[in-house]
């Protein structure tokens, strides 16, 4: 199992991105001689994150249908779900978790049609955390919402709140779990916006790889930064967002559907 | 009110009836854990849920029970507090029966949990905003309330005062059944719950679950024990019994009818109404026909309603509707798709926009009937330690003066 | 009848304190109920942990506990007490995990937490398994970094003054 996208804090800290505590204990790298380093073992502390960002996606759904099976397979990879996890090796399709997957949508009068990728929504006003009898289901200042597995009881009400039916309940032991990424029976699961690659100043997975791909079919970005890439295309373009009505504000948008 | 002359005992316990059944109801709560030791051990890919139908057969019962808890303290409640003490007798018992049911229920519900071990968590991490946090706190003082109920009644030192705590039991499992019924109420997402009357639903439900189940205890108890039961008691239960049916039926027509009016939950009422299948056949069969109109026809033709048999049967009948009920609203309302973009054919690989299927699991049906055995247990085992049950609910026991005409 | 089942019971008592003095008896004091101590694996790398070893085994938990609500829940990362570091150091082959062909954080935790009698859920989801760049002392050489280093430096001192006198 090779972490090939886990970066070291030392040599990944985007300080401009994240404001440092402690007076900025970066790690610092000294050569006393060409082959020898002594590092200082304390890293930059990051965060904590605050509500002065909102991070979130703009999908564009006129993009080609295959884009999306690469960012599925791109998130199976940076967060280590899919039958192949699962410690019996036996595929459950019923029960097996998908955090993010490709929804096709047709109207059935006129016959137009849409494909697009559906993950947790990231809404600004979550049933899900509304509902978690112990507050395992949360949402983090900077509007991430995410399942603290260390308090989730496994009752499942989250699931039954959400309109969008992004989570899903790990129905069996699993193994070669991401040291970013710990998952694990009886608890529930959903998307994360790779909170652990945007903390660190990335991109989530499915961005990035679609971006390797030369898409920008996904715009990740803050909301709440009038300059961010996200913005200015959420301000140009007129988006929409899965079941509006309910007014909770998700902040996934999409075009196009 | 008038004195209270009634004289409580033990029941013998000692036949090979009591421990037989003693016994299978051990056989059963044994087979339950072992059904939650292979749900927790293998994980819940051994059962019958999904990542669609995340609430399957054990919430069925669990909620049923839990429900039925309520309703049967209301024996306990109208003496108590509408001062009909006619009921004052079996008072004792309604406490009991209330405890024992909700013990089972939660029972089933915190051994279907994905994480049973981490219970206390659950007592100790409260979210507020979140209706199942408040039925934690509401299930936990349900218990102490009642508790200290059945003291009262039956410290006689207390017993005077045992009317201002029975008023605050009552009012308590309102509350109670309200926030169960609010579980489902205030799901927004799914248009088959959605609804305010969820809540006066449940209430309606809970005083026919409770008092079919407890008929039935009382039936058993002084048949099994050979001590008079008059009809005076029995035809006064049936007849609230029979309200309670007529009030179940009423606001499942209303629950229904309010939602055919609106466009949005038209495709949601057609399935379970007209094309669910099995959730079709167990709203009308069993849940509105067996569970409803046949009991009800049952209690009111004098040929039956005036039978102990009678009687029983339309209990029996109201628990296996109160169950198919339960199906409908739990597993029905589940089945049904999201609608993630109404008007439009979805599909994708997570089974978006397709019916979903459920076919409980031997385990799911094992764990519901340990929950319902456990409550049975602790009755039985209540009734036998404790002086819960009058040696006699004869007529003139009941109403001294009774006069036969008026059953 | 009731005579009958007390000597019944008496017997079984009697039976029972005799059982436990024989117990008592055959057994010396030392092993009388007494568990081995715990075999703790030594650090697979690392000089100093982030904390004194009497402090980190009174309060690992609540150092571990009171960051990953930070860590998760409001977004604070690269602190002192992390998992993952826990891991970088004290992840050790056991023949337990995985043939002994994997490090894992198991072995060490399990030595102490046996002993004591308290069970932990961390591994339940979290491997415990050492992979490559999961900690901050995962880039120095393995087997108590300092000394490896200051003996690398040595070495390339003492190279360098070599090579001086021969210039």
Sequence with gaps: MNEKTMSTPETDVDTSRRNLLKGGAAAAVVTLAPGVTLRTVEAAVTGPATSAQRWGMLIDATAPEHLWDLAVEACKAEQGWGPEYNTSGKANPLTDPQWIRKVSVKDPKTGAKATLPVMCQHCAKPPCVDVCPTGASMKRADGIVLVDKHICIGCRYCMMACPYSCRSFVHEDVKNQRPHMPRGKGTVESCTLCVHRVDAGQKPACVEALNNAGSNAIIFGDLNDPNSDISRAVAKHVTQRIRADLDLEPGVHYRGI | MAADTTVYKEIEGKGGDYYSLIGWLGVVVIAALYAVYNMEHYGHVVTGMTNAVVWGTPHVFAVFLIVAASGALNVASISSVFGKHHYKPLARLSAVTAMALLAG??????????????????????????????????????????????????????????????????????????????????????????????????????????????????????????????????????????????????????????????????????????????????????????????????????????????????????????????????????????????????????????????????????????????????????????????????????????????? | MRSASQILSLAFLCAAIVAMGLGGLTTSPAQAGEVPLPNIAKAYKGEQCVEPVDVMRRNHFEFLMHQRDETLREGIRGQKYSLNDCVDCHAVASPDVADGKLRTLKPFCKECHEYAAVSIDCFGCHTGAAVPGIGKQSSLPANHGDKASIAVLEAHLNAERQGGTDQ
Excluded at chain 2, 282 to 305: M, R, S
Aim: net charge neutral; proline share 5%; glycine share 10%.
């Design chain 2, 105 to 407: 229920g939660l029972m089933i519900l915190v051994l279907d949990l994905g994480r049973p071990d981490r219970l206390i968590i659950a007592m100790t991490y409260y979210n507020f905003k979140s209706i199942f946090a408040w039925n934690i706190i509401l299930y936990n003082g349900f218990f102490v309330i009642v508790l200290a109920y059945l003291w009262m009644m039956m410290e006689k030192r207390m017993t005077p005062h045992s009317s201002k705590i029975g008023l605050f039991a009552f009012l308590w499992r309102l509350i109670l059944t309200t926030g169960t019924g609010s579980i489902f109420g205030f799901l927004v997402a799914r248009p088959g719950y959605d609804a305010a009357i969820m809540a006066p639903l449940f209430i309606a439900m809970s005083f026919a679950f409770g008092m079919a189940i407890f008929i039935l205890i009382i039936n058993v108890a002084y048949r099994g024990t050979g001590r008079p039961l008059g009809d005076v008691i029995l035809f006064k239960m049936r007849n609230l019994l029979g309200v309670f049916i007529a009030a179940v039926l009423y606001f499942t027509v209303v629950q229904h009818l309010t939602n055919l009016y609106a466009a949005e939950h038209l495709d949601v009422q057609a399935f379970i109404l007209m094309d669910g299948g099995i959730y079709t056949f167990l709203f009308w069969v069993v849940q509105v026909g067996i569970g409803g109109l046949f009991p009800l026809a049952l209690l009111f033709n004098p040929a039956t309603g005036r039978t102990c048999q009678g009687i029983a049967v339309a209990s029996v009948l109201v628990i296996i509707g109160g169950l198919a009920q339960m199906y409908v609203i739990i597993i029905g309302g589940q089945a049904f798709p999201l609608l993630m973009f109404p008007g439009m054919e979805v599909s994708s690989s997570f089974f978006d926009g397709v019916l979903h299927p459920y076919t409980p699991s031997h385990w799911e049906v094992m764990l519901g009937l340990g929950g319902i055995a456990v409550a049975l247990l602790i009755i039985a085992v209540g009734v036998k330690y404790l002086p819960l049950l009058p040696t006699s609910l004869s007529d003139a026991k009941i109403d001294p003066h009774h006069k036969a005409e008026e059953a």
